[in-house]
Protein backbone atom coordinates (compact mmCIF):
# COMPACT_ATOMS: atom_id res chain seq x y z
CA UNK A 1 0.00 0.00 0.00
CA UNK A 2 1.34 3.39 -1.43
CA UNK A 3 1.52 6.12 1.71
CA UNK A 4 1.03 9.83 1.50
CA UNK A 5 2.15 12.71 3.61
CA UNK A 6 0.02 15.75 2.67
CA UNK A 7 0.94 19.39 4.37
CA UNK A 8 -2.21 21.79 4.45
CA UNK A 9 -4.55 18.57 5.15
CA UNK A 10 -7.22 21.06 6.43
CA UNK A 11 -7.74 23.24 3.57
CA UNK A 12 -9.42 23.35 0.47
CA UNK A 13 -7.11 20.70 -1.43
CA UNK A 14 -5.96 18.75 0.93
CA UNK A 15 -9.56 17.84 1.52
CA UNK A 16 -10.15 17.10 -1.95
CA UNK A 17 -6.24 15.27 -2.16
CA UNK A 18 -6.81 13.06 0.78
CA UNK A 19 -10.58 11.97 -0.43
CA UNK A 20 -9.01 10.98 -3.59
CA UNK A 21 -5.65 8.98 -2.38
CA UNK A 22 -7.87 7.06 -0.25
CA UNK A 23 -10.06 6.14 -3.19
CA UNK A 24 -6.59 4.87 -4.93
CA UNK A 25 -5.69 2.86 -2.09
CA UNK A 26 -3.40 5.18 -0.11
CA UNK A 27 -2.95 5.27 3.64
CA UNK A 28 -2.54 8.87 4.13
CA UNK A 29 -0.95 10.93 6.79
CA UNK A 30 -1.90 14.36 7.08
CA UNK A 31 -0.32 17.48 8.94
CA UNK A 32 -2.38 20.18 10.75
CA UNK A 33 -1.10 23.12 12.64
CA UNK A 34 -1.82 23.42 16.33
CA UNK A 35 -5.47 25.96 16.43
CA UNK A 36 -7.05 26.83 19.82
CA UNK A 37 -10.54 25.55 17.92
CA UNK A 38 -11.29 22.45 15.94
CA UNK A 39 -10.99 23.61 12.03
CA UNK A 40 -10.92 19.67 10.39
CA UNK A 41 -14.34 20.13 9.31
CA UNK A 42 -12.91 19.66 5.59
CA UNK A 43 -11.82 16.23 6.54
CA UNK A 44 -13.99 15.19 9.78
CA UNK A 45 -16.16 12.87 7.13
CA UNK A 46 -12.36 10.81 6.56
CA UNK A 47 -11.87 10.68 10.50
CA UNK A 48 -11.11 6.98 11.57
CA UNK A 49 -10.84 5.97 15.29
CA UNK A 50 -7.35 5.04 15.04
CA UNK A 51 -8.43 2.61 17.73
CA UNK A 52 -10.03 0.57 14.68
CA UNK A 53 -8.86 -1.91 12.44
CA UNK A 54 -7.60 -1.05 9.04
CA UNK A 55 -7.32 2.24 9.64
CA UNK A 56 -5.89 4.81 6.45
CA UNK A 57 -6.26 8.39 7.68
CA UNK A 58 -4.07 9.95 10.16
CA UNK A 59 -3.11 13.05 11.20
CA UNK A 60 0.06 15.09 12.61
CA UNK A 61 0.54 18.16 14.14
CA UNK A 62 2.82 20.12 12.27
CA UNK A 63 3.97 23.37 11.11
CA UNK A 64 6.06 24.58 7.80
CA UNK A 65 7.76 26.89 9.96
CA UNK A 66 9.28 24.61 12.41
CA UNK A 67 11.70 22.13 10.54
CA UNK A 68 12.57 19.82 13.88
CA UNK A 69 9.19 18.81 13.59
CA UNK A 70 8.61 18.43 9.88
CA UNK A 71 11.81 15.83 10.12
CA UNK A 72 10.70 13.99 12.82
CA UNK A 73 6.97 13.29 11.10
CA UNK A 74 8.56 12.67 7.83
CA UNK A 75 10.81 9.92 9.65
CA UNK A 76 8.16 8.72 11.93
CA UNK A 77 5.36 8.28 8.14
CA UNK A 78 8.34 7.13 6.13
CA UNK A 79 6.18 8.33 3.00
CA UNK A 80 6.19 7.43 -0.71
CA UNK A 81 4.80 10.90 -1.95
CA UNK A 82 4.47 13.95 0.04
CA UNK A 83 2.16 16.75 -1.49
CA UNK A 84 3.52 20.54 0.08
CA UNK A 85 0.10 21.85 -0.01
CA UNK A 86 0.43 24.11 3.02
CA UNK A 87 0.95 27.91 2.58
CA UNK A 88 -0.45 31.25 3.71
CA UNK A 89 -2.08 31.74 0.50
CA UNK A 90 -4.33 34.65 0.55
CA UNK A 91 -2.64 37.29 -1.56
CA UNK A 92 -4.25 39.92 0.05
CA UNK A 93 -3.37 38.88 3.52
CA UNK A 94 0.72 38.80 2.24
CA UNK A 95 0.52 42.19 1.90
CA UNK A 96 -0.08 42.62 5.62
CA UNK A 97 1.73 39.61 6.84
CA UNK A 98 4.78 39.57 4.24
CA UNK A 99 7.32 37.71 6.53
CA UNK A 100 5.35 35.09 7.76
CA UNK A 101 4.07 34.44 4.11
CA UNK A 102 7.96 34.29 3.22
CA UNK A 103 8.22 31.59 6.56
CA UNK A 104 5.63 29.24 5.72
CA UNK A 105 5.56 29.42 1.77
CA UNK A 106 9.31 30.39 0.66
CA UNK A 107 11.16 28.54 4.10
CA UNK A 108 8.44 26.06 4.44
CA UNK A 109 9.45 24.15 0.95
CA UNK A 110 12.65 24.44 1.48
CA UNK A 111 12.22 22.76 5.32
CA UNK A 112 10.51 20.02 3.79
CA UNK A 113 12.74 19.42 0.96
CA UNK A 114 15.96 19.07 3.57
CA UNK A 115 13.75 16.65 5.99
CA UNK A 116 14.16 14.37 2.53
CA UNK A 117 17.93 15.02 2.18
CA UNK A 118 18.55 14.93 5.84
CA UNK A 119 16.69 11.33 6.28
CA UNK A 120 18.32 9.78 3.00
CA UNK A 121 15.27 9.40 1.59
CA UNK A 122 15.91 11.63 -1.53
CA UNK A 123 16.54 8.66 -3.92
CA UNK A 124 12.54 7.35 -3.38
CA UNK A 125 10.24 9.93 -2.15
CA UNK A 126 8.32 11.72 -4.61
CA UNK A 127 7.65 15.43 -3.56
CA UNK A 128 4.84 17.88 -5.17
CA UNK A 129 5.21 21.17 -4.90
CA UNK A 130 2.18 23.07 -4.46
CA UNK A 131 3.23 25.97 -6.95
CA UNK A 132 0.83 29.34 -8.65
CA UNK A 133 -0.30 31.19 -11.41
CA UNK A 134 0.79 34.19 -9.35
CA UNK A 135 4.18 33.58 -10.30
CA UNK A 136 2.93 34.68 -13.72
CA UNK A 137 1.44 37.82 -12.20
CA UNK A 138 2.07 40.86 -14.33
CA UNK A 139 1.69 38.44 -17.45
CA UNK A 140 4.47 38.50 -19.88
CA UNK A 141 2.48 36.37 -22.61
CA UNK A 142 -0.90 35.33 -22.80
CA UNK A 143 -2.03 32.46 -22.27
CA UNK A 144 0.70 31.30 -19.35
CA UNK A 145 2.55 27.94 -19.92
CA UNK A 146 5.95 26.25 -18.29
CA UNK A 147 8.02 28.85 -20.37
CA UNK A 148 6.21 31.88 -19.62
CA UNK A 149 8.87 34.05 -17.45
CA UNK A 150 7.67 34.60 -14.25
CA UNK A 151 6.73 38.30 -12.77
CA UNK A 152 4.69 37.55 -9.45
CA UNK A 153 2.88 40.86 -7.65
CA UNK A 154 2.90 40.15 -4.11
CA UNK A 155 4.52 39.06 -1.82
CA UNK A 156 3.02 35.76 -1.74
CA UNK A 157 3.94 35.40 -5.45
CA UNK A 158 7.41 36.21 -4.45
CA UNK A 159 7.32 33.60 -1.68
CA UNK A 160 6.19 30.82 -4.30
CA UNK A 161 8.41 32.07 -6.70
CA UNK A 162 11.11 30.80 -3.75
CA UNK A 163 9.05 27.72 -3.70
CA UNK A 164 9.18 26.42 -7.35
CA UNK A 165 13.23 27.27 -7.57
CA UNK A 166 14.58 25.40 -4.54
CA UNK A 167 12.11 22.47 -5.55
CA UNK A 168 13.32 22.78 -9.02
CA UNK A 169 16.65 23.23 -7.74
CA UNK A 170 16.83 19.72 -5.15
CA UNK A 171 15.15 17.69 -7.98
CA UNK A 172 18.88 19.40 -9.88
CA UNK A 173 21.05 18.97 -7.19
CA UNK A 174 20.29 15.70 -5.78
CA UNK A 175 18.79 14.03 -8.16
CA UNK A 176 14.91 14.37 -6.24
CA UNK A 177 11.74 13.39 -8.12
CA UNK A 178 9.93 16.91 -7.16
CA UNK A 179 7.55 18.54 -9.87
CA UNK A 180 6.03 21.91 -9.27
CA UNK A 181 2.00 21.72 -10.30
CA UNK A 182 1.61 25.36 -11.58
CA UNK A 183 -2.24 25.62 -10.52
CA UNK A 184 -4.23 28.46 -11.92
CA UNK A 185 -7.50 29.01 -9.36
CA UNK A 186 -9.10 26.65 -8.40
CA UNK A 187 -12.26 26.65 -6.14
CA UNK A 188 -15.55 24.44 -4.34
CA UNK A 189 -18.16 24.46 -2.22
CA UNK A 190 -15.04 24.33 0.67
CA UNK A 191 -13.30 26.89 -0.67
CA UNK A 192 -12.13 29.60 2.28
CA UNK A 193 -14.81 31.51 2.20
CA UNK A 194 -12.66 35.16 1.84
CA UNK A 195 -11.35 34.06 -1.60
CA UNK A 196 -13.73 36.12 -3.88
CA UNK A 197 -15.64 33.05 -5.77
CA UNK A 198 -16.75 31.50 -2.49
CA UNK A 199 -17.50 35.15 -1.01
CA UNK A 200 -19.75 35.87 -4.03
CA UNK A 201 -21.42 32.62 -4.05
CA UNK A 202 -21.70 32.32 0.08
CA UNK A 203 -23.25 36.08 -0.88
CA UNK A 204 -25.55 35.43 -3.33
CA UNK A 205 -27.10 32.41 -0.98
CA UNK A 206 -27.64 34.70 1.81
CA UNK A 207 -28.59 37.53 0.26
CA UNK A 208 -31.46 35.42 -1.17
CA UNK A 209 -32.06 34.23 1.87
CA UNK A 210 -32.12 37.82 3.54
CA UNK A 211 -29.34 36.71 5.70
CA UNK A 212 -26.96 39.60 4.33
CA UNK A 213 -28.46 42.99 2.11
CA UNK A 214 -25.15 43.52 -0.04
CA UNK A 215 -22.25 42.38 -1.38
CA UNK A 216 -18.92 44.25 -1.32
CA UNK A 217 -16.20 43.25 -3.34
CA UNK A 218 -13.24 45.28 -5.13
CA UNK A 219 -11.94 44.75 -8.48
CA UNK A 220 -14.67 43.76 -10.47
CA UNK A 221 -12.41 43.16 -13.53
CA UNK A 222 -9.65 40.91 -12.68
CA UNK A 223 -9.76 38.28 -14.56
CA UNK A 224 -9.04 34.41 -13.65
CA UNK A 225 -8.79 30.81 -15.32
CA UNK A 226 -10.66 29.07 -12.86
CA UNK A 227 -11.72 25.55 -12.55
CA UNK A 228 -12.96 23.01 -9.73
CA UNK A 229 -10.41 21.83 -7.15
CA UNK A 230 -11.85 18.03 -7.36
CA UNK A 231 -9.90 18.18 -11.32
CA UNK A 232 -6.71 20.14 -9.69
CA UNK A 233 -6.08 17.42 -7.00
CA UNK A 234 -5.68 14.35 -9.86
CA UNK A 235 -3.30 16.40 -11.87
CA UNK A 236 -1.08 16.73 -8.38
CA UNK A 237 -1.20 12.63 -8.06
CA UNK A 238 -0.58 12.33 -11.43
CA UNK A 239 2.15 14.37 -11.84
CA UNK A 240 4.06 12.17 -9.33
CA UNK A 241 3.06 9.04 -11.31
CA UNK A 242 5.25 9.59 -14.43
CA UNK A 243 8.28 8.21 -15.44
CA UNK A 244 10.34 11.38 -14.51
CA UNK A 245 9.55 14.31 -12.56
CA UNK A 246 8.52 17.65 -14.34
CA UNK A 247 6.77 21.19 -14.03
CA UNK A 248 3.36 21.60 -15.42
CA UNK A 249 0.77 24.52 -15.80
CA UNK A 250 -3.08 23.28 -14.56
CA UNK A 251 -5.72 25.25 -15.82
CA UNK A 252 -9.19 25.49 -17.84
CA UNK A 253 -8.02 27.63 -20.56
CA UNK A 254 -10.76 30.03 -20.20
CA UNK A 255 -10.68 33.22 -18.52
CA UNK A 256 -13.49 34.89 -16.96
CA UNK A 257 -14.11 38.18 -14.75
CA UNK A 258 -14.75 38.67 -11.18
CA UNK A 259 -18.26 40.48 -12.76
CA UNK A 260 -19.27 37.50 -14.92
CA UNK A 261 -18.83 35.15 -11.74
CA UNK A 262 -21.22 37.78 -9.89
CA UNK A 263 -23.53 37.43 -13.08
CA UNK A 264 -23.43 33.50 -13.28
CA UNK A 265 -23.62 33.10 -9.47
CA UNK A 266 -27.04 35.45 -9.16
CA UNK A 267 -28.53 33.93 -12.40
CA UNK A 268 -28.08 30.81 -10.57
CA UNK A 269 -30.97 32.05 -8.16
CA UNK A 270 -32.82 33.70 -10.81
CA UNK A 271 -31.43 37.10 -10.24
CA UNK A 272 -30.47 39.25 -13.23
CA UNK A 273 -27.91 41.66 -12.20
CA UNK A 274 -27.25 45.05 -14.17
CA UNK A 275 -24.53 47.35 -13.78
CA UNK A 276 -24.82 51.35 -13.18
CA UNK A 277 -21.86 53.43 -12.52
CA UNK A 278 -18.06 53.81 -12.80
CA UNK A 279 -15.19 52.70 -10.61
CA UNK A 280 -15.83 52.91 -7.08
CA UNK A 281 -19.00 54.37 -7.91
CA UNK A 282 -20.69 51.20 -9.49
CA UNK A 283 -22.91 49.06 -8.06
CA UNK A 284 -24.61 45.75 -9.17
CA UNK A 285 -28.72 46.44 -9.37
CA UNK A 286 -31.01 43.30 -9.17
CA UNK A 287 -32.42 44.25 -12.94
CA UNK A 288 -34.96 40.75 -13.04
CA UNK A 289 -36.42 38.00 -10.62
CA UNK A 290 -37.63 34.92 -13.09
CA UNK A 291 -38.23 33.08 -9.61
CA UNK A 292 -36.33 29.77 -10.62
CA UNK A 293 -35.44 27.47 -8.04
CA UNK A 294 -32.24 26.24 -6.86
CA UNK A 295 -32.73 23.51 -4.41
CA UNK A 296 -30.19 20.55 -4.59
CA UNK A 297 -31.33 17.13 -5.20
CA UNK A 298 -30.01 14.14 -3.74
CA UNK A 299 -27.97 13.48 -7.22
CA UNK A 300 -26.69 17.25 -7.45
CA UNK A 301 -25.52 16.74 -3.52
CA UNK A 302 -23.26 13.52 -4.42
CA UNK A 303 -21.22 15.42 -7.28
CA UNK A 304 -20.28 18.31 -4.86
CA UNK A 305 -18.68 15.31 -3.47
CA UNK A 306 -16.22 16.55 0.15
CA UNK A 307 -18.34 19.73 0.51
CA UNK A 308 -21.64 17.79 0.48
CA UNK A 309 -23.54 19.10 3.55
CA UNK A 310 -26.29 17.81 5.46
CA UNK A 311 -30.06 19.48 4.30
CA UNK A 312 -31.36 21.01 6.82
CA UNK A 313 -35.18 20.69 7.18
CA UNK A 314 -36.54 23.13 4.95
CA UNK A 315 -34.35 23.05 2.22
CA UNK A 316 -36.42 22.04 0.06
CA UNK A 317 -38.54 24.93 0.15
CA UNK A 318 -36.48 27.77 0.62
CA UNK A 319 -35.19 28.45 -2.76
CA UNK A 320 -38.38 30.15 -4.55
CA UNK A 321 -39.77 32.68 -1.87
CA UNK A 322 -38.35 35.72 -3.01
CA UNK A 323 -41.64 37.20 -2.25
CA UNK A 324 -41.45 37.01 1.71
CA UNK A 325 -37.63 37.40 1.70
CA UNK A 326 -38.16 40.85 -0.08
CA UNK A 327 -35.15 40.58 -2.44
CA UNK A 328 -36.69 43.03 -5.38
CA UNK A 329 -35.72 44.42 -9.04
CA UNK A 330 -34.24 47.87 -8.18
CA UNK A 331 -32.46 46.68 -4.79
CA UNK A 332 -28.46 47.41 -5.17
CA UNK A 333 -26.54 43.97 -4.11
CA UNK A 334 -22.97 44.85 -4.78
CA UNK A 335 -20.70 47.48 -3.94
CA UNK A 336 -17.31 48.51 -4.35
CA UNK A 337 -15.23 48.67 -1.25
CA UNK A 338 -11.54 50.14 -2.34
CA UNK A 339 -10.41 47.92 0.98
CA UNK A 340 -10.30 45.29 -1.05
CA UNK A 341 -7.96 46.64 -3.85
CA UNK A 342 -4.58 45.37 -3.72
CA UNK A 343 -1.42 47.46 -3.99
CA UNK A 344 -0.56 45.72 -6.73
CA UNK A 345 -2.51 43.27 -8.63
CA UNK A 346 -2.62 40.38 -11.07
CA UNK A 347 -5.09 42.18 -13.97
CA UNK A 348 -5.48 38.51 -16.22
CA UNK A 349 -4.29 34.90 -16.07
CA UNK A 350 -5.39 32.49 -18.63
CA UNK A 351 -3.41 29.08 -18.99
CA UNK A 352 -2.36 26.49 -21.39
CA UNK A 353 -2.41 23.36 -20.22
CA UNK A 354 -1.32 21.44 -23.22
CA UNK A 355 1.61 19.93 -21.57
CA UNK A 356 -0.63 18.21 -19.03
CA UNK A 357 -3.39 17.08 -21.43
CA UNK A 358 -0.40 15.81 -23.73
CA UNK A 359 1.96 14.38 -21.03
CA UNK A 360 -0.61 13.24 -18.12
CA UNK A 361 -3.21 12.93 -19.85
CA UNK A 362 -5.29 15.78 -17.57
CA UNK A 363 -8.02 17.89 -18.42
CA UNK A 364 -11.03 19.57 -16.65
CA UNK A 365 -14.62 17.46 -16.38
CA UNK A 366 -16.13 20.20 -14.03
CA UNK A 367 -16.79 23.28 -16.02
CA UNK A 368 -16.70 26.80 -15.30
CA UNK A 369 -20.86 27.49 -15.03
CA UNK A 370 -21.23 23.88 -12.83
CA UNK A 371 -19.18 24.90 -10.54
CA UNK A 372 -20.91 28.28 -9.74
CA UNK A 373 -24.02 26.07 -9.55
CA UNK A 374 -22.54 23.73 -7.42
CA UNK A 375 -21.04 26.51 -4.85
CA UNK A 376 -24.19 28.52 -5.07
CA UNK A 377 -26.39 25.44 -4.03
CA UNK A 378 -24.05 24.43 -1.36
CA UNK A 379 -23.70 28.25 0.10
CA UNK A 380 -28.19 27.86 -0.09
CA UNK A 381 -27.69 24.75 2.40
CA UNK A 382 -25.66 26.08 4.19
CA UNK A 383 -27.77 29.50 4.45
CA UNK A 384 -30.93 27.97 5.17
CA UNK A 385 -29.48 26.67 8.50
CA UNK A 386 -28.95 30.45 9.95
CA UNK A 387 -32.22 31.16 7.98
CA UNK A 388 -33.90 28.16 9.94
CA UNK A 389 -32.53 29.49 13.15
CA UNK A 390 -33.02 33.50 12.43
CA UNK A 391 -36.77 32.20 11.71
CA UNK A 392 -36.79 30.47 14.84
CA UNK A 393 -35.78 33.56 17.24
CA UNK A 394 -31.60 32.76 17.42
CA UNK A 395 -29.08 35.17 16.74
CA UNK A 396 -27.08 34.19 13.63
CA UNK A 397 -23.76 36.00 12.94
CA UNK A 398 -22.65 37.54 9.50
CA UNK A 399 -19.15 37.68 8.88
CA UNK A 400 -19.92 37.98 4.76
CA UNK A 401 -17.95 40.87 4.32
CA UNK A 402 -13.87 39.65 5.09
P1 LIG B 1 -6.09 26.74 1.79
O1 LIG B 1 -7.49 26.26 1.71
O2 LIG B 1 -5.79 28.11 2.27
O3 LIG B 1 -5.28 25.69 2.70
C1 LIG B 1 -3.99 25.97 3.16
C2 LIG B 1 -3.60 24.91 4.16
O4 LIG B 1 -2.30 25.21 4.67
C3 LIG B 1 -4.52 24.84 5.39
O5 LIG B 1 -4.64 23.48 5.77
C4 LIG B 1 -3.74 25.62 6.43
O6 LIG B 1 -4.06 25.27 7.76
C5 LIG B 1 -2.34 25.16 6.10
N1 LIG B 1 -1.30 26.01 6.66
C6 LIG B 1 -1.18 27.36 6.56
N2 LIG B 1 -0.05 27.77 7.17
C7 LIG B 1 0.55 26.66 7.69
C8 LIG B 1 1.72 26.42 8.44
N3 LIG B 1 2.53 27.41 8.80
N4 LIG B 1 2.01 25.14 8.77
C9 LIG B 1 1.21 24.13 8.44
N5 LIG B 1 0.07 24.28 7.73
C10 LIG B 1 -0.25 25.54 7.36
O7 LIG B 1 -5.38 26.61 0.36
P2 LIG B 1 -5.78 25.70 -0.88
O8 LIG B 1 -6.67 26.47 -1.76
O9 LIG B 1 -6.17 24.36 -0.40
O10 LIG B 1 -4.38 25.62 -1.65
C11 LIG B 1 -3.45 24.57 -1.38
C12 LIG B 1 -2.08 25.00 -1.86
O11 LIG B 1 -2.11 25.28 -3.25
C13 LIG B 1 -1.54 26.27 -1.20
O12 LIG B 1 -0.14 26.11 -1.09
C14 LIG B 1 -1.86 27.36 -2.20
O13 LIG B 1 -0.96 28.43 -2.07
C15 LIG B 1 -1.67 26.61 -3.51
N6 LIG B 1 -2.48 27.07 -4.63
C16 LIG B 1 -3.83 27.20 -4.51
C17 LIG B 1 -4.57 27.57 -5.62
C18 LIG B 1 -6.07 27.72 -5.53
O14 LIG B 1 -6.64 28.36 -6.42
N7 LIG B 1 -6.73 27.13 -4.54
C19 LIG B 1 -3.94 27.79 -6.85
C20 LIG B 1 -2.56 27.63 -6.92
C21 LIG B 1 -1.84 27.25 -5.82
P3 LIG B 1 -5.32 25.95 8.53
O15 LIG B 1 -6.53 25.15 8.08
O16 LIG B 1 -4.96 25.76 9.94
O17 LIG B 1 -5.41 27.38 8.08
N1 LIG C 1 -10.44 37.89 -2.16
C1 LIG C 1 -11.08 38.86 -2.83
N2 LIG C 1 -12.06 39.56 -2.18
N3 LIG C 1 -10.74 39.10 -4.11
C2 LIG C 1 -11.44 40.07 -4.76
C3 LIG C 1 -12.46 40.81 -4.16
C4 LIG C 1 -12.78 40.54 -2.80
O1 LIG C 1 -13.64 41.16 -2.20
N4 LIG C 1 -12.97 41.66 -5.08
C5 LIG C 1 -12.29 41.47 -6.20
N5 LIG C 1 -11.35 40.51 -6.02
C6 LIG C 1 -10.38 40.07 -7.03
C7 LIG C 1 -8.94 40.09 -6.54
O2 LIG C 1 -8.41 41.42 -6.59
C8 LIG C 1 -8.30 39.12 -7.54
O3 LIG C 1 -7.94 39.82 -8.71
C9 LIG C 1 -9.41 38.14 -7.87
O4 LIG C 1 -10.62 38.72 -7.36
C10 LIG C 1 -9.23 36.75 -7.25
O5 LIG C 1 -8.94 36.91 -5.86
P1 LIG C 1 -8.88 35.64 -4.87
O6 LIG C 1 -10.11 34.86 -4.98
O7 LIG C 1 -8.50 36.18 -3.53
O8 LIG C 1 -7.73 34.74 -5.50
P2 LIG C 1 -6.29 35.08 -6.06
O9 LIG C 1 -6.35 34.92 -7.55
O10 LIG C 1 -5.76 36.35 -5.52
O11 LIG C 1 -5.41 33.91 -5.43
C11 LIG C 1 -5.89 32.56 -5.46
O12 LIG C 1 -5.43 31.92 -6.64
C12 LIG C 1 -4.01 31.79 -6.76
C13 LIG C 1 -3.73 31.10 -8.10
O13 LIG C 1 -3.79 32.04 -9.13
C14 LIG C 1 -5.35 31.86 -4.21
O14 LIG C 1 -5.93 30.60 -4.10
C15 LIG C 1 -3.84 31.67 -4.27
O15 LIG C 1 -3.42 30.85 -3.18
C16 LIG C 1 -3.49 30.98 -5.59
O16 LIG C 1 -2.09 30.81 -5.69
Redesign the pocket.
Known amino acids: MKRALVTGITGQDGAYLAEFLLGKGYEVHGIKRRSSSLNTGRVDHLYQDPHERNVRFFMHYGDLTDATNLIRIVQEVQPDEIYNLA?Q????VSFETAEYTANADALGTLRLLEAIRILDMADHVRFYQAS???LFGKVQTVPQNEKTPFYPRSP?GVA?LYGYWICVNYREAYNMFACNGI???HESPIRGE????R?ITRAVARIKLGLQKRL?????D?K?DWGHAKDFVRAMWLMLQQKKPDDYVVATGESHS?REFVDLAFREIGAEIQWKGKGVKEVGVISKISGQRSAVSGREKKSIGVAARPRSLKSAEFASDFSERALRAGDVVVEIDPR???PT??DE?LGDASKARRVLGWEPRISFEEMISTMVKADLEEASRDQLCKDSGYRVLNYSNE
Open positions: ASHVMTSEYKLFNTFVSKYLGNLARVYFREVL
